[in-house]
Structures are given as C-alpha cells and as structure tokens.
C-alpha cells in the first residue's frame, strides 16, 4: 500500500479475508446521520460490531466524540484513540469499576440495573456518570420501567457525593423477532416508551435524567419518532448483512462487508464447491433461517466484485475451516477452476467480524486501499 | 506470574476468559499417545484447535516433529516455532504454492485431491511431499479410494522430478453423526478401509504409499483397530467437550477447557442469572441439541472450582456479550451475588477456542500458572 509498491490486490491477500466495500459502509453511515438528524437524536454509533478506529472516525458526529462500547477492552482501545464520550452499554460491576475508573479522563459513562451495584459505585472512591438500564421487552438485561428499582437506583447515585446519576438506557435486544416494518415500528415505540416511562417517573421524583438512549439498527431505521428520547446507538447498520436485508431493514447492495475466500475443490458427483471458508471465519450463524422463504444458508456466495455467479448459490455446510457451496441448480464448474475467488455475503455481520482481526478496506475495484485492525478480547 | 509478584489469580482476569485445566490437558494428551502406541500407529496430533506451541510441545511423541495444521498460516506459526514434518490437511491450491513453498526447511507435506492441482504442483519449481486426500463417507473433500483420479494423481506426482508422492489421507467428517460406541466403531472402520484401500490400489500400480493417515478424536479413541493404517491424527481430545463426554467418547472430567465469566444481573421473575460472556466469547455452537435427551443449551454452567452449582444449569441464551443462564428448579440466587466468577463448558471445543487469542492456564488450584498465546488468522 505504499506509494511505490504496485497496489495490493484482493488476489494478493491470503485467504479467508473480511473484506469492506468503503463507498458502501460510508453511505451507510451518512444514511444514519441523517436519519438521526431526521429523527430528532443525537447518533451514538455503538462500535461493538466495527471495533475499529477508522470506522468511528466516519461514524460520529462531533470528531473523537460519543460513541458506545460494550466491553471495557473496547472502551480502553478508543479511548487509547482518542475517544471520549465513552458509554460501556453492558451492566457494570464492582469488581470492574476500578478497571473502568482508569478511563474517567475520557469520560466514560456506565451502566446498571442493580441497586447493590449502584451502591457499589456511589461508595466508590471515582467519578462516574451512571445510568440505569431498562428492559423494554427484550429481556437481554435490565429492569422494567415501572419498577421500584428504577427509582432507588436513580435515588442512590443522585444522592452520592462522587458519583452523577445521568439517566436511562435500554435497547430493544427482541428486535430479531421482528419481520415486517409494522412489527418494527412496534419494536421501536416499545423502545422509546419503555425508556420515556420510565425518565418521567425518574424526573417525577425529583431527579434530572438528562440522557434518554435508545437503540438499534431495527429501531432507528424504523422507528415513526423518537420523541422524549436524546439518542439513539445503532450498530449493524454500519455494515448490514443478509438478515437485515431479508426483513427490509436495508437493501442488498448496502451490505457493506464480504468474506473473501477461494475454491479448493470441485465434486461434481455432489453439484458442489468446496472454499477455504469455515467456522472460524465464517461463524456458525444461520440467521436468516428464520425468515420464511428467505434462508441463505451460511451465507450467498458472489464472484469477487460482488456479482452474481448462479441462482441460489450459498454456503450450504460449513466445517472448521472448509465449506460446501451449493445451487439450485447445475454448478457452473467450468467457469469456476480451483483458485478463483468469491465473497460471501454473511447472515449476522456482527458474528462473521467478530471472527477476524483486521479488515482490508476496498472501494468498488480489485484495489485493497487500507487493512484496519479490529480491536478484541475483553 | 513472576516469582516476586503475588500469583495471578482466577479472579484477576478479566472476564470471559478462555481457561485450560493443565492437569486435565496432560491426562488427555498421554491417553492419546497410550491409544495410538496400542493401535500402532504414529500420532500426528491435529493442532488446528489447539493452535499453540505450549501444547504441540506436550503433545507430540518426538521434540519438535510431526503436527498436522489446518491453515498455511498455522503452519508458519509452528516452523516459526521450530517444528517440522507438519502436514497441511487443507486441499492445496496453485496460488498457495508459493507460501508453502517458503516452508520447505520445514518439511511441509501437502494434500490434494485435484489432478490439475497435482499438475501445477508437479509443475511447481519447489519440492512438495504430497499426500492425495480421499473421502470415507463424510463428503467433506477428498475423492473416493475407487475413483480413476487417485491413480491419475498419485502417476503425475510418483512421476513428477521434484514431487513426491507421500501416500494417503482422509478424516472421518462424519463422526459427528455417531452417538453409539457402535457407530463410532463403524466409522472408524470406513475411514480406515478407505484409505487403505487406496492406498492398495496404488501400490498395485507400482507407486509406493508410504503413509496412510486417519484421523479424528472420534475414530482415534473408537478403532477396534488400525492395520493398514500409519499414523492418526486427532485434535480435539486435547481439551474434549460437552458434545464428546455426551456421546461417550470422554468423560465430563476429561474436559480440559473452559470459560471464565462473571455474573452481572439477578431477574428473580425469569428464574434466570445474565452473565458477561457471549456470541464473542462461548461461540454459537449448540451441538449437544443433537443428542437426544442431551441438551446442554449454550454450555454447561459449573463454579470457580468446576463444581456443580444447581441441576441443569446451563447458558440458555445468547447475546453478543450477555448470556442467560437458567436451571431446571428455582436458582440460589443468595449463594450467586452479582460478580460471582462461574466457568462453562463448552459444546464444542474447537468453536469455543476459535474466538480467542490466547488461554490462561491453571492446574488444581485459582493460581493462574500461564498464559499461552494462541494463533490466529490465515
């Protein structure tokens, strides 16, 4: 990628490889901003699909400022970035608040629905800003807005001397449940009521509850408005993927990440390819099973500039590290000889990215213009 | 971990944390040498799970000899490591050649099952040992022992001036499908009678077959015998899992692998416990949903110490970085505060250890005796 080495290639990269179509992921991310914008909200891009530096840098709205994580790993790569404005979207506890008081000068803000931990962090010696995580209906974590909870959580760190009590979160984890727009539109203002509901109780009681944040892919593309919430924190959205294209939540040309891989091997007893494509960098996601007459298998497999090859074609079985691709009908093995490339568009993009430790950044040719590192563990 | 610091403990690392019960791990290792010396064949251990030099150090039956890999770049990682005689058990392709080709200090075996790849590497201007792969019944790759093409490659190779043609390999992919020690038996006998059978019909062709490889933790463990055959290849018995302990080809103390993860949520009206460990960290692998009556969920849910907690507790559900955990009868929530450090063992091993970079090594006790970092990428 020098200036004076010829230009790497998508052929020159060893495969499997995670590969980003640039124009698609900036579009991606315009088309949030706006939708933001339109909506009222402030966009907290959630980067723990992205874990990636250059992918925040095009996502937020002010420079260096207001993203999401989930995992503290996550929170100290982007503030080793330059990130502040840090909200760690997974309920905290004690013995991580210490960790997490390393990272006060990027102001980081965390969450919880316990009111022991609450405690735990109002008799910490650290600053934090704190919110209570709500469930709307997904029950992944959090309380119900009507709970008394919601209340005394807001009322311990209110009242503690180090620690700001900052408002309500929730995000809307049953949204995969959703098929139809009207079915999301339902998801979304369960969301936005649930966490509403439960900021007017809390400022019923007294207590200022500045922050109001709602938030998923699901939601923030469908929701019909988002009043009495501040902002919302997509993630997929910056990549998409055959699920979210199955259900309309996007288009099949803005999936914006492909896994590169090559034919192995021909059977043609069996009408099908084998790829050097598996488990490891694939994932074992079936997601789009679940969309009645949409099921893609392990994922649809296009030629190497993101063209169809033949109908039908998917990865239709998957092992550690080789995978079958089939077709409805006869293979076209002719037109594809050992070595050639294709890229699979996969099912859940969270699930295939979390497989890989950079992405090599294209942009409509054969040109591989940037590889970006993907920060992971915990 | 040295010597004037306190001992790292369990309940310093962060969470999740990928854990390897060394004693456990040795048990397994030797065990598997005892059963390939008693089939009399050679033990080529498959590092394509472990993917760590700590571990092929104690799991090969020669200092620095005879691993199999899965990718080219495991293969780096362990001439880098100083091994040799390492067979790539992945179906070779032209444009990989050249890499390969850099590991020929190493000794470096490769497998094809491809005539026209058997020609490109006989045309190739590097030596290449090269085994041909055949399919026992498990259509993962490879071709038949009867076909005409194992004849066809084995004669461009035997007669190529660089190649050599080394013999025979296959695994039974397959072996998942068996639950009975009798399945096992029988699959174990097909993967051997293929490929001995090939390998007979290409010494009938006047070609010598020098190695005749099998291999899978299944087979390896179940063979009433291996004659004909010259070494084995298993991998996973080196940590086992939920799924082999449930088909009976462990116990559940043989499995050497688990996870470390830390409560963070009590919802009392679920009867379910949400910890901070997920997609990311357990892998999406159901594959005890396969054995009847033997539904582990997600993962087998044990304390700090691998004890049990309650009946049936399991991950019963899966976020990115959330997992429910639930039992069959109402939960001692009092005896699990939140920060509780549980483990979980794994459905899979290999699709659990594929999401990590490295594992954190204790023996008996919470002191953390070592941390080994684990290969990753391609």
Redesign the interface.
Known sequence: MEDNKRMTKL?DL????LVIERGRLVANLERMKARARALGVRLRPHM?IAKTAEIAELAVEEKGRGIAV????EAEFFAQAGYSDITIC??????KLD?AARLADAGVTVIT??P??AQAIAAHGDRFEVLVEIDCGG???GIFPESTEVIEIAKILDGAPRATFAGVLTNA?HCYQGRTRAEFEAIAEQERGAVVDAAERISGAGISCPVVSVGSTATAVTAKHLDGATETRPGLYVFNDLFRAGVGLCAPDDIALSLLS??????RS?NRL?I?AG???L???RGTERIEGGDQGFGVVLDEDLRPIAPGLKVARL????AWVAADEPLPFDSL???TMVRILPNHA??TA??H?HYDVVDGTSDVIARWSRQ???
């Open positions: 052929a060893a495969t499997p490889a723990k989930q995992t503290l790993a997974a309920g905290m506890i004690p013995s960790r629905d316990s022991d931990v029950h992944r974590a984890a090559r034919v192995i091997g021909h059977y069996d084998l050097d488990v490891t960098s994932s074992l996601d092992h550690t590290e080789h000889p050992i070595g969270n699930n979390t497989m430790r992971g563990g915990w």
